[in-house]
């Protein structure tokens, strides 16, 4: 460290010697913390696994004499959709209703000197696309809702990942 000291400017030894015990001290901190986030990580999976095994879903703690706490587990998902999946299994209606389209062209010069050419077919111009498609969820329950859908058709077609994790509250008195 001494050799990058001396690179920024020249400081004296008292200087020094202080600016060292300081990032010794951050170094030993930064340890510290990251022990603890472990540590407050592997506690919370044991109550969730507690609470999981006991179908519990959230509970009042207290801490010390005058501290209450109210623990929640939360669970939230996220789906996942297999759109190549769900597009052999539902009707050319249906896949217009939900699936959304995004296009980035990738060769912008070439999509344009296409474009420039009469009787354009989309075959001419489709490598110069990259089309994503997705799921618009809120019109696939839109149209779940009003029959237009059958979900046992796509049942194999996403999964739903999960996360649970506390929320932790201090109530008051």
Do not use: H, P
Request: proline share 0%; glycine share 4%.
């Amino acid at each position: 460290m001494n050799g990058e000291l001396t690179k920024m400017k020249e400081i004296d030894k008292k200087s020094e010697l202080i600016l060292n015990k300081k990032t010794k001290r951050l170094l030993d901190l930064q340890d510290e913390l990251n022990a603890c986030e472990n540590e407050l990580k592997d506690v919370k999976e044991e109550i969730i696994d507690f609470m999981n095994k006991n179908d519990i879903s959230s509970y009042d703690a207290m801490y010390g004499d005058d501290k209450r706490f109210k623990i929640n587990k939360i669970r939230s998902g996220r789906v996942e959709y297999n759109v190549e999946r769900i597009k052999k299994k539902i009707t050319k209606d249906q896949k217009s209703e939900i699936l959304e389209k995004e296009v980035e062209i990738v060769d912008f010069d070439r999509f344009v000197k296409i474009m420039k050419l009469k009787g354009i077919k989309l075959k001419d111009i489709i490598d110069c696309l990259d089309i994503k498609e997705k799921v618009n969820t809120k019109k696939l329950q839109n149209l779940y809702e009003i029959g237009g859908i059958d979900l046992t058709k796509i049942n194999d077609c996403y999964s739903i990942k999960e996360n649970e994790y506390l929320k932790v509250k201090q109530m008051e008195e």
